[in-house]
């Protein structure tokens, strides 16, 4: 009974991406409701379906579920509870982001005509120079390249630190992305499009020794939202073409942390097997796929927490996010992102333990922690609305390369806003301190330095 309940609450999940897929149809294949649609697939229906009718509720590769957490014997109960939740959450967001598309007008075509383009290529080139100066700090201070790949398997938290601090970390990660991103901007408005590509496909591969793959896979959305607006028009059925193309990638970058974890061996990594509709390597495939995020599993270890275990999580502390902008010198008993703080909870019994994983907040448990589960189909809906929101200020009324940039690399955070705002303020500080850089430098030189008063002439009498 529980399976066929499941099945038809899988087919709601289904349902709302095809409905997402309409209201993207209607607008942009950029909107962040397209983008963020791309981890719901396997938050929202991918994980659950494979966690149920392929898994049997015994999770094969990861053991965050059934490890002190929710009995097996339970895990029914919870997942079927869990695709409910995420259903009525993801029927909120989509509302919030249709009512932003019916109130606000949407260009089909717009033709960006940028004046003085040569100075996105200098500030670009600058900027990416001090990002990959301080990319190497990190990677000397961590052992050297090849010594911090090899340590990525075993845990990242604490491996890009210089000193203890991760503003070095910070600042590689954003103006190495920031950079690259004006120059690709540059190209791909200068209609050298193989240039351009080049350029985001080299940032790829500098991101991914963090250790990332949601942040690698960044740098080539990024990169097609450029394209997108800068140069040619991407087509929605096109960017689900490339989505499908990039899963095999997805499944070799987790398999790559497990070669450095000693979980599985070189000769055993096998792409060909993704395209194989057949027996064990078709099933393999799908569990692959569905761990590409976590968050389900997560979903269903709070709900029994918090149920079951009568953990009452952090309600009402959320303003005290605030505290990030703040450096620990000065606040030094600052909260960690609801990321940590999560782990801590579930795996720790709420001790403080040192632990090298941080769970990502759904929809539903973000709004719980912080403000118990009354409050989730308002937040939700509100996410829904700023992050459609977002999009719109960004990319059409005040579409340039520098808003390009900013909503490329903040889409992710819109819906972070109302989830954590620790997280938020970690997140999005050191984007916009980069804006400003970028922005003071473009302008305020520029006319400060070469700005002629208009000399007044007179016509002779």
């Given at each position: 009974m529980i399976e066929l309940l499941s099945f038809f609450f899988l087919v709601i999940a289904g349902l709302e991406l095809y409905l997402g897929y309409k209201i993207i149809s209607k607008s942009d294949p950029f909107t962040a409701l397209s983008l963020l649609c791309i981890r719901f697939i396997f938050d929202f229906f991918l994980r659950p379906f494979t966690f149920?009718?392929?898994?049997?509720?015994?999770?094969?590769?990861?053991?965050?579920?059934?490890?002190?957490?929710?009995?097996?014997?339970?895990?029914?109960?919870y997942s079927l509870l869990t695709i409910i939740l995420n259903d009525i959450a993801f029927f909120f967001f989509l509302l919030g982001a249709y009512i932003l598309i019916k109130r606000k007008p949407i260009p089909t075509n717009q033709n960006l005509k940028i004046k003085n383009n040569n100075r996105y290529l200098i500030l670009g080139l600058g900027i990416f120079l001090i990002g990959l100066i301080n990319w190497y700090w990190v990677m000397q201070s961590s052992g050297g390249i090849l010594?911090?790949?090899?340590?990525?398997?075993?845990?990242?938290?604490?491996?890009?630190?210089?000193?203890?601090?991760?503003?070095?970390?910070?600042?590689?990660?954003?103006?190495?992305?920031?950079?690259?991103?004006?120059?690709?901007?540059?190209?791909?408005?200068?209609?050298?499009?193989l240039i351009a590509w080049f350029l985001t496909i080299s940032l790829f591969f500098l991101l991914l020794t963090f250790g990332g793959r949601g942040l690698a896979m960044a740098a080539i959305i990024s990169g097609l939202i450029a394209h997108n607006y800068l140069?040619?028009?991407?087509?929605?059925?096109?960017?689900?073409?490339?989505?499908?193309?990039?899963?095999?990638?997805?499944?070799?970058?987790?398999?790559?942390?497990?070669?450095?974890?000693?979980?599985t061996e070189l000769q055993d990594i096998d792409l060909t097997v993704?395209?194989?509709?057949?027996?064990?390597?078709?099933?393999?495939?799908?569990?692959?796929?569905?761990?590409?995020?976590?968050a389900y599993d997560y979903d269903m270890a709070f709900h029994y927490s918090y149920f079951v275990r009568d953990k009452d999580f952090f309600l009402g502390e959320y303003p005290l996010g605030i505290g990030m902008i703040l450096p620990r010198s000065l606040f030094?008993?600052?909260?960690?992102?609801?990321?940590?703080?999560?782990?801590?909870?579930?795996?720790?019994?709420?001790?403080?333990?040192?632990?090298?994983?941080?769970?990502s907040p759904s929809l539903v448990t973000a709004s719980a922690s912080?403000?118990?589960y009354i409050s989730f189909p308002f937040i939700c809906f509100?996410?829904?609305?700023?992050?459609?929101?977002?999009?719109?200020?960004?990319?059409?009324?005040?579409?340039?390369?520098?808003?390009?940039?900013?909503?490329?690399?903040?889409?992710?955070?819109?819906v972070t806003l109302f989830l954590d705002l620790n997280a938020?303020?970690?997140?999005?500080?050191?984007?916009?301190?980069?804006?400003?850089?970028?922005?003071?430098?473009?302008?305020?030189?520029?006319?400060?330095?070469?700005?002629?008063?208009?000399?007044?002439?007179?016509?002779?009498v």
């Open positions: 149920i009718f392929v898994e049997n509720y015994e999770p094969i590769l990861s053991r965050q579920v059934t490890k002190g957490i929710i009995h097996v014997a339970d895990a029914p109960f010594s911090a790949l090899l340590s990525l398997g075993t845990g990242r938290q604490n491996l890009f630190r210089v000193g203890g601090s991760t503003i070095p970390f910070e600042i590689a990660k954003h103006f190495l992305s920031g950079g690259i991103f004006l120059l690709s901007s540059y190209f791909f408005l200068k209609r050298r499009i140069f040619n028009k991407i087509k929605l059925r096109t960017l689900l073409v490339l989505f499908l193309v990039s899963l095999p990638l997805l499944v070799f970058l987790k398999d790559a942390r497990r070669l450095l974890d000693g979980q993704i395209f194989d509709s057949k027996g064990d390597d078709f099933k393999n495939t799908m569990i692959d796929l569905s761990y590409v995020s976590h030094p008993n600052k909260g960690e992102t609801l990321a940590n703080k999560l782990s801590e909870e579930l795996w720790c019994d709420g001790i403080g333990c040192t632990i090298d994983v941080g769970i912080y403000w118990g509100f996410a829904g609305y700023f992050a459609m929101y977002f999009w719109y200020q960004m990319t059409v009324r005040h579409l340039s390369p520098l808003s390009l940039m900013i909503y490329a690399m903040g889409y992710p955070y819109t938020f303020l970690a997140s999005t500080v050191p984007i916009a301190l980069l804006a400003l850089i970028i922005y003071l430098l473009f302008y305020f030189p520029v006319r400060q330095t070469f700005y002629l008063p208009e000399i007044k002439r007179h016509k002779r």
